[in-house]
């Protein structure tokens, strides 16, 4: 197969193209080539996708699959303009920030209600309108094509630092701090598993929309497990959401945060996707404590990035839970 990703030096892009090259297909990254080497064995054409001649590099060019993964509308209009093709499959990698309703457990990809999309002279994203972006984006490639909507997408090379967080500090051992309840539910995909799972859909020609996430955990059995495989001398003290607050415990990602926390009920829905399409075609989910002690080996060669509360800041939120118990 020859494959055409549109990206490919960083995170998903990358890992699509390791795994493509493994599996003996012929891969082709256009990118800037600015975000880091691609893939062994992929070769690099190098274009700019801001411009309206960008892709004139690939003219000619002809290509079985082609994977997409920009955040941009203009800069996806501007792909299928010029390379989506009858007979070509196309992979667009959308998000599950496209959804309106976070609050709904149990929601699915073919039901669930969308975020109106940008509007059409909104070239770019920002992180504000993210999930309005990426609607646009879906509404442009069509629907004769695979919508991967990925949740949170995890693991080694992860430039966000956010599941990193966890692996890191797990390692460490003694009291941890956990947000919430051991109860809550989590749901993240480990990058290679997506990759994997992108690249058979090109191989089959899958067509539709899926949500690209792993199966439901709660947050209990998530980093017990993961806490296993780094460090077991682990003794979680779960702190819940009113304290976190008062204390400036920050959500999801960020300093002084707690990665992969969401407040409840408002985000019931987030983590709690019914995924069952995506695993009845070929959606493969490794055990979480693989992901977590890949990730603590990448961090440790890599120097890889860790966002969340320092070691510090750790001490004196567990030290006010403690002091708040005794009084």
Not at 236 to 243: K, L, Q, V
Not at 313 to 322: I, P, S
Request: charged share 20%.
């Amino acid at each position: 197969m020859r494959l055409l990703i549109l990206g490919g030096s960083q995170f998903l892009g990358r890992a699509i193209a390791t795994h493509a090259c493994v599996a003996g297909h012929d891969v082709t990254c256009a990118a800037r080539g600015l975000a880091g080497p691609i893939a062994a064995g992929a070769r690099l054409v190098r274009i700019d996708r801001d411009t309206t001649d960008g892709l004139a590099p690939l003219a000619g060019a002809t290509f079985d699959a082609v994977v997409d993964v920009s955040r941009h509308p203009s800069q996806v209009r501007r792909a299928v303009a010029a390379l989506k093709r009858p007979g070509v499959h196309w992979t667009f990698v959308s998000t599950v920030s496209v959804y309106a309703d976070n609050g709904t457990p149990g929601q699915r990809a073919d039901t669930a209600p969308l975020r109106e999309p940008v509007a059409e002279d909104v070239e770019h994203s920002t992180d504000a309108i993210y999930g309005a972006a990426k609607v646009a984006c879906e509404q442009a490639v069509g629907h004769d094509a695979f919508i991967c909507r990925a949740g949170l997408i995890v693991g080694p090379e992860d430039p966000t630092g956010r599941f990193a967080y966890w692996p890191a500090r797990l390692v460490r051992g003694g009291e941890v701090l956990a947000p919430g309840s051991p109860d809550d539910a989590v749901q993240f995909i480990d990058v290679r598993d997506l990759a994997q799972w992108i690249v058979h859909a090109a191989e089959i020609g899958l067509t539709g929309i899926f949500d690209g996430i792993g199966p439901i955990r709660t947050r209990g059995e998530l980093l017990a497990e993961c806490a296993g495989a780094l460090n077991p001398s682990c003794k979680f003290t779960w702190i819940d959401r009113a304290f976190l607050d008062a204390h400036d415990v920050r959500r999801w990602a960020g300093p002084r945060s707690l990665p992969m926390w969401l407040p409840l009920p408002d985000f019931a829905g987030f983590m709690t996707r019914d995924t069952s399409p995506a695993r009845e075609a070929g959606l493969i989910s490794r055990p979480p404590s693989v992901t977590a002690r890949d990730t603590r080996s990448w961090l440790r060669t890599s120097n890889g990035p860790v966002v969340g509360l320092t070691e510090d800041e750790e001490k004196v939120v567990l030290a006010a839970w403690h002091a708040n118990k005794a009084s």
